[in-house]
């Protein structure tokens, strides 16, 4: 570990230029830069952790001793005061007075806690992530976080991967757009706002392939693959203007992304001419050593600076080695000074160099605003999915006596999702509040808890049996705990453990109708459930909201909108399965004995408790030539008795092209309210070379003359692509 350096002036003189708050940014990092030492480099290129980390899986030492010149640090406090004894450190302490990096896991909020991504994605709305996203930042900026390590926009087709629960889902172009509205909520039009952080798009690239589902392991990606399934949403968060990156941990057929010189300098710094800086995941530089590409933490160290990796987040390489590695001429002083300029140049986006510190707030000033509640709200009522809903049996009639029962009912705790930040369980409201609240005569509710999360203990089904008899529906609230996703946390099943299964089958024997709902932080195996449950509600880990959207959504006050951004499948086994899957050479053979080949529920599913109807397509062509524009346009009615949202999902089809592509691609997607008779049109402005083109393996864009199909729900348009 490098000494702390004693405080020299800077020669007298008293107004450096990159302490000039007028002078342009460039200008500011090179003159810094200009008068670094190498240590002091080197530092700049570190983060560590500041007090406590709470994360159970990075089991790192605590640093105790902090120099006042490292680069940042992870902050797990929700008080600036710690960050501002660091701050001043750092700013009066050091020679050159750098101040430090905060940066703080903020997923899905910071204390007012929104539904995880993968739910939010179900949304269709990103307008509304970016609101909530700019609450998070807020909240974060305001506690001194200035850096968060979100979005997570790794693709994910694999619903045992823990981490599915952190991305939005299984498309590459849905991931993409909610990337760029959560880039421009944490971002927005400038950093230096005091209600804004710098964005970090992770984990750069492919981590979603983790073989069977298993957390940290190795990803088989074809190049191929991996311009059309893993770079898209990356691409579209750098043109976004996301200031970082973060390297992952998976071994991309047999190049480590964070040893990856490709993903991390060709593409992202050359091609797409990225500015800011890439940190690894936490230990990712030692972990080279694990993955086999290095013998030593030197030679990890070497090999990911090297790639293209800027700052190294507390495997404690880069502060130990680079300084040894640049006097043994292995790392050229140029590469050095680039990584620290894009280390810099983010700082002084931040504006840390003429506000280092966070201004003294109250929580009651930053935490839980009203306005913060509401977006949250919104948006975890717009994430339901109505799964399920046989002979309308939702919305309940005005009388209904209600039984609820499971593990979900009144637990608060795991509607959190996994990465709450600051969340509180007391910040939550429980499904079985979320109906008291909205059921006011309160002889209408009973409840049980009828059999934990897990486990063997059937002693509570009697009394669960018992509420359910005495009533006229049964609310069933089946799901996950907010640990059984996220890092580090797969499952080898997608099915929910026996004794939920088991509880559900006992109380179908009351003749009672079911309305089962799930909390959980990955696509579901239903198969058993389905066939017992006259309604099914998915309402995902919503966050504080918790029980408030399905308490409407059972009473009627709020109509669901959201559809899937992820596939349902019919069982575990039929994993990998996504909607856009490669053409099948048969497609009428080649499927399963034992079971159906296709999925519960597929991407896009979603009920309404209203109904709409697609008109025909019309474009303003249905023969174009390249450079052309072209439009499609679509009505819709909404023919139902209640006014309702529809998102209508815009796919295409290439049948025939050089190289095969899967049977369809979604290419934009819009949201509309449409009221109870009315119809709205729905327009896509088409882009030939982005929708109709494809990748090659290198990222190479082509457009190829031939027939396409544009296609929404039932409908289709066949366009003609002449030379
Ligand atoms: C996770 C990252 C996270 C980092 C810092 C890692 O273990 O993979 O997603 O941002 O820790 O907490």
Known sequence: MLHPYRITDLGGEKNPLYKDPKAPIEERVNDLVARMTLEEKVLQLNQYTLGRNNNVNNMGEEVKKLPAEIGSVIYFDTDAELRNGLQRKAMEESRLGIPVLFGYDVIHGFRTVYPISLGQACSWN???????????????????????????I????????????EGYGEDPYTNGVFCVASVKGYQGDTLADERRVAACLKHYVGYGASEAGRDYVYTEISKQTLWDTYMLPYEMGVKAGAVTLMSAFNDISGVPASANRYTMTEILKDR?????????????????????????????????????MEMDMMSHGYDKYLADLLKEGKIPEERLNDAVRRVLRVKFRLGLFDN????????????????????????????VVLLKNEDNVLPLSASAKI??????????????????????????????????????DKSRLLYAKGCDFEGEDESGFAEAVAVAKQS???????????????????????????????????????????????????????NRLEPVSKAIVEIW??????????????????????????????????????????????????????????????????????????????????????????????????????????????????????????????????????????????????????DFGFVDENGKRFLEAGEYYIMVKDRKVKIELVD
């Open 126 to 152: 990103p307008g509304l992530v970016e609101q909530a996203c700019a609450v998070a930042a807020q909240e974060a900026r305001m506690s001194g976080v200035d850096w968060t390590f979100s979005p997570m």
């Open 154 to 165: 790794d693709v994910a087709h694999d619903g045992r991967w823990g981490r599915v629960a």
């Open 541 to 690: 880990q919503p966050g504080v909201a918790g029980g408030k959207p399905i308490a409407g959504i059972l009473s009627g006050r709020i109509n669901p909108s959201g559809k899937l951004a992820i596939t349902f499948p019919y069982s575990t086994g039929q994993i990998p399965i996504y909607y856009n899957q490669r053409k099948s050479g048969r497609s009428h053979q080649g499927f399963y004995q034992d079971i159906t080949s296709k999925p519960l529920y597929p991407f896009g599913h979603g009920l309404s408790y209203t109904e709409f109807e697609y008109g025909a397509i019309t474009p303003s062509a249905t023969v174009v030539k390249r450079g052309e524009k072209l439009t499609v346009e679509v009505p819709v009615t909404n023919v139902g008795e209640r006014d309702g949202a529809e998102t209508v999902l815009w796919f295409i089809s290439d049948p025939y092209s050089s190289i095969t592509r899967p049977v369809k691609e979604l290419k934009f997607f819009d949201k509309q309210l449409i009221k109870a008779g009315d119809t709205k049109v729905f327009r896509f402005d088409v882009d030939l070379e982005r």
């Open 403 to 440: 039984a609820v029962i499971g593990p979900i009912g009144k637990n608060k705790w795991n509607l959190l999702g996994s990465w709450s930040g600051h969340g509180r369980d007391g910040d939550v409201v429980s499904v079985y509040e979320g109906l008291e609240a909205e059921f006011k």
């Open 272 to 308: 797409w001419k990225h500015d800011g800086f890439v940190v690894s995941d936490w230990g990712a530089v030692e972990q080279l050593v694990n993955q086999g590409v290095a013998s030593s933490k030197k030679e990890a160290s070497l090999k990911a600076f090297q790639a293209g």
């Open 472 to 526: 006229d529906v049964i609310l069933l609230c089946l799901g996950e705990k907010k640990t059984w996703s996220g890092e580090n946390a797969s499952r080898s099943t997608l099915a929910l453990p026996q004794i939920q299964e088991k509880l559900a089958m006992e109380l179908q024997k009351t003749g009672k109708p079911i309305i089962l709902l799930l909390s959980n932080g990955r696509p579901l195996e239903l």
């Open 356 to 383: 280092p510190y966070t201004k003294k707030s109250t929580e009651e000033e930053r935490f839980l605003l009203p306005s913060s509640l509401e977006i949250a709200g919104k948006l975890a009522e717009e994430s």
